[in-house]
């Protein structure tokens, strides 16, 4: 579904503090799966995950979407692809604060022009499937780590993406909450969605719920 | 279509909830700018109103007033003047009209007495402007006395105080008969002050003007038009000096809103960031951040209307009195003839919404246009 070829990525390109985060990546990704990417800080996992979620563009290389070559695609499209294809769960949230839970969760439907009480609905369904409705109405700052994050995941949901990115999704949750997540992500896989998460924590990695672990060091591949 | 408008409830839902957010700057904002708007527009609608105030007043003054002159300056109308002018073509009735200046010690005043038929106002009374009236403290039947330039003391009755319609100039006004004016300011027998003709047709003002000049050398034609052109020149000079201090204030709004638009937060550039990562177009935020500026600029001005139309109609522009009117030493206190003209508003809005919308939407662009994957990190 998804497949990178000589995938490379500068930052600051041509200055002197040119920094090369990717260097060559060459991947394949099936649909249905959830893949973990693992390896040390600054390896480029999140470098990597912006480039598969259509945030940025590869510095070189190419970047296939169902078929479809997206790396060269100008901003416009890339941000409908995103929108129809992708959904984020970040690792601070990335909550807007003062709006209330399900105003968050409504946002991204907003480009797409579906009426509000189409989204209203929707939203509903999600926040009784995340165990939410009763935080429904409250401010997400009222919220605790795992409200937080069960929002954001409704929010990353309420389009209906096909693929799911999750980068370091459970950094902010102690165990008993990172395991709920990982119980999510069944229920993503039952669904047939494909999920792209990054992660330090064994848990995440060894987890039953993740079919496939890519370690990374310096910008390249690793056997995990 | 109907997917676009429902896109565009949804940003003003969003604008709409984003201004509840930051409630405390964006109502500190509001003021400051209806403020604004309240004073540009007061002086707008004030000197708008005064202008047409004027012309008001000069509609039912004579077309032609004929002054003569000695050694260059105005002299009365000495007798056999009048016959003198004869039969003049397009004149359809000619007046010999007496008026003067009186000091009022108590007022520290200066009056308009003028002298009216004997049919308008009866010997011994005197009709007065509705200011006077009000400074004085005078009532219909009350007798009020003024010592004359001679020393002499006079007493009138007020047979009534002059409808306050166009309160601007008549405010200093005291209507007396002739026989009363003459033996106030003892006035010589036979003759006036100036002359005035009525000409029907406005084109044969100048015509009738030139032949006067011919027949009376030593006399001054004073065309109604020309009077009329004085007032507006006076309103715009005075609005000229109102317009550079407005400048200045302009300018410092166009500070604030710069700066509250360039000083984005690290918030609102962050909130920018996600709403583009979760898939908001570069355009859907800039439309958002338009929806905020316009609700906050368009509200601010009609607001700021709203309040200049009160303070200028119906409370007497009592801010500008000072540095607009003046030129009788009583304020006259009047309620101005509401007059809007279309073209002023429009500029006002001109200078008022658009520089802040266009303020606004500069650093928010170079928000929106910078890329989405900052949010990641
Ligand atoms: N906008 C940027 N400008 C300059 N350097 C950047 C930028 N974004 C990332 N980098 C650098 O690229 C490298 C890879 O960053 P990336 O965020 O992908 O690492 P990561 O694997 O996600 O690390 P972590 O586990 O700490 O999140 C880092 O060294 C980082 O400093
Ligand atoms: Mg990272």
Redesign the interface.
Known sequence: MIELTQIKKAFNQGRPNEYWALNGIDLSLERGKVTAFCGPSGSGK?TL??LVGC??RPTSGRVRFKGEDISGLP??FL?DI???SFG?V??QF??????SAL?NVI??????????AELIAAAHILFEQLKLTHRANARVEWLSGGEQQRVAIA?ALI?NPEVIIA?EPTANLDTVLSREFMAILEGFTAAGKTVLLTSHDPLVVESTAVHRVIGMRDGCLVDA | M???L??Q???I??TL??L???KTKNLGLLLVYTLLVAVLASLTLFTNALRSEAAYVLAGSPEVILQRMVAGRHDLIPPGYFDKIGRIRGVQKKEGRLWGYYYDPVLKANYTFMARPAEEVADGSIMVGATLARERGLAPHNTISFRSYSGKLFAFEVASVLSPDSELLSADLILLSENDFRAFFEYPAGHYTDIALSVANPQEVRNVAAKLSEALPDSRPILREEVLRTYQSIFDWREGIMLTVLAGAIFAFSILAWEKAAGLSA?EK??IG?????????G?VIRMKMWEGLLISLSAFLLGLVAAYIHVFYLGAAVFEPVLKGWAVLYPRFALIPAVDGLQIATLFFFTVFPYTAAVLVPIWRAAIT???S???
Do not use: C, Y
């Not at chain 1, 946002?107 to 009426?115: C, K, N, S, V």
């Not at chain 2, 996600?274 to 570069?282: D, S």
């Open positions: 999140t995950l912006t945030l940025s901003e416009r941000t995103r929108r129809q984020f970040f690792q990335n909550l807007i604060k003062g709006l105003e946002l991204p439907g907003f480009p797409t022009g579906r009426p509000r929010r389009n980068d | 109907n997917v676009w429902e896109k409830r949804h940003l839902d969003f909830a984003s509840a957010r930051r918030e962050r909130e996600i709403l583009k990562a979760i898939g908001w177009e570069t859907d890329d989405p994957d949010v990641m990190r």
